[in-house]
């Protein structure tokens, strides 16, 4: 071989090795895909003649079910250099990401509309302790009390739902980023809030879904802001839990109690846009009627007793029983269920005059009034003011109006006075007669 030849041979071999580009952890390259394998695929990194893996979970920053499904022999691929894979070198196995790079990309996305104010929107992949996890290209992480605007108690409702998300936090070289759908709630409803309370009106009848429930009502949302129905306006009936009357996402129809723009708060009730409990009263319960219904309140001069939903009538002392009763308890309790006949009704006055007694059979060799307690009661303490109020007054008159209990004078049941105290009030009357006619 001539001096010539050795020394062409040599300048092509310099040549060789000064093309070829020293790999070093951390850089991006380009390579080529030599095999696909099950669980990697084997790259060529170019210019270098050395050879790299890419394992399935750093191809994509999404899931992958098979590797066949994104790589193929022949494709082109930019990926960042992890780390070489054992010691051997010479034969150029270096563990390679193409996950690593496309986070890299998507770091610098999110840390762009972050500084801008902007949203993302993201998939919730999994529930953990104490928030959720979602995926935005990078791992994003939102913390239970940053789901929504109010307690959640199961988040697992959430998991693959996409979401939209306000960034809250952001450090790439910690891979941390800190994401709060309430926010983005609280902004939402905020622009509505806005519309609403400057549209509604005590008194409006509109339709709303129950968003929530308590044990105190019901949160029904009006179309961006949610309004309360306390449980005491849910229905005329008993109600002891809105859960047994409502369920969560039920249409209903609610009217507009209060409206408190300053506090955010609106007052609903579902009970007042149904048919009024008094309503056609004379015909559900005409005089001389047998209804049946529950003691719900006792007091020294009777009981109340509902006979439907939302109405209720006096049984007056005078009218429990045909014995001496001292005190309503003594014979009637709360939650009690009795017969009542009705004495009288008054439907503008709300008012059922009713007797428990008028049902019952009169003992033998009994003696009573002429008169009968409730109605017939307030009708002879009247005619004993008419008959007062033509005498000249006298001193011992004064005392004797001063003797009525405070209690029955401030009575705020809507029944008078000659109802309330029935015969008692009567018997005033004809002492007060009886003391004129003797001086």
Not at 42 to 57: A, D, H, Q, R, S
Not at 97 to 123: D, H
Not at 134 to 151: I, K, L, Y
Not at 183 to 197: C, G, L, T, W
Request: aromatic letters at 4%; glycine letters at 8%; charged letters at 30%.
């Amino acid at each position: 071989m001539s001096d010539n030849n050795v020394n062409e041979n040599t300048e092509t071999m310099a040549d060789a090795l000064k093309s070829v580009t020293t790999v070093k952890i951390g850089d991006t390259v380009k390579a080529d895909v030599l095999a696909v394998e099950d669980k990697q695929l084997i790259v060529g990194i170019e210019g270098t003649g050395v050879e790299g893996v890419v394992p399935i979970k750093e191809l994509s920053t999404q899931p992958i079910d098979d590797i066949h499904d994104v790589a193929k022999v022949g494709d082109k691929l930019d990926l960042v250099v992890l780390s070489t894979v054992g010691k051997d070198k010479e034969n150029g196995q270096f563990l390679l990401s193409k996950r690593r790079l496309e986070a890299q990309k998507v770091w610098k996305e999110i840390q762009a509309k972050y500084e801008a104010g902007e949203t993302i929107t993201a998939p919730v992949t999994s529930v953990v302790k104490g928030g959720l996890v979602v995926n935005a290209g990078v791992r994003g992480f939102v913390p239970a009390s940053m789901v929504e605007d109010h307690f959640v108690e199961d988040l697992s409702q959430y998991k693959g739902k996409e979401l939209e998300f306000k960034i809250i936090e952001i450090e790439p070289s910690e891979n941390r980023l800190i994401l709060s759908h309430r926010a983005i709630v609280e902004a939402s409803k905020a622009e509505a809030r806005k519309e609403i309370f400057a549209k509604i009106q005590p008194g409006d009848t509109v339709e709303g879904k129950v968003a929530r429930l308590t044990n105190f009502g019901a949160f029904v949302d009006l179309g961006g802001v949610d309004g309360l129905v306390h449980v005491s306006e849910i229905s005329f009936d008993h109600v002891d839990k809105p859960s047994d009357v409502l369920k969560v996402g039920q249409e209903i129809k609610v009217k507009v109690l209060n409206v408190d723009p300053d506090r955010n708060r609106i007052s609903l009730s579902i009970k007042a846009t149904l048919p009024q409990p008094w309503d056609d009263i004379e015909e559900k319960a005409p005089a001389g009627s047998v209804l049946t219904g529950t003691v719900k309140r006792l007091t020294t001069f009777g009981a109340f007793v509902e006979v439907f939903p939302g109405v209720e009538g006096l049984v007056h002392i005078s009218q429990i029983s045909h014995e001496h009763v001292a005190t309503p308890a003594d014979v009637l309790k709360e939650g009690q269920e009795v017969q009542v006949k009705v004495l009288s009704v008054d439907p503008d006055a709300h008012r059922l005059a009713l007797s428990i007694k008028a049902l019952q059979e009169r003992p033998a060799g009994s003696e009573e009034e002429s008169h009968e307690g409730g109605n017939s009661s307030r009708d002879n303490s009247d005619r004993g003011d008419r008959r007062r109020s033509s005498r000249p007054r006298r001193g011992n008159d004064r005392h004797q109006s001063t003797s009525i209990p405070a209690e029955y004078q401030q009575d705020d049941s809507g029944f008078s006075l000659g109802d309330i105290l029935g015969d008692a009030l009567k018997d005033v009357a004809k002492g007060n007669d009886d003391q004129d006619d003797n001086k």
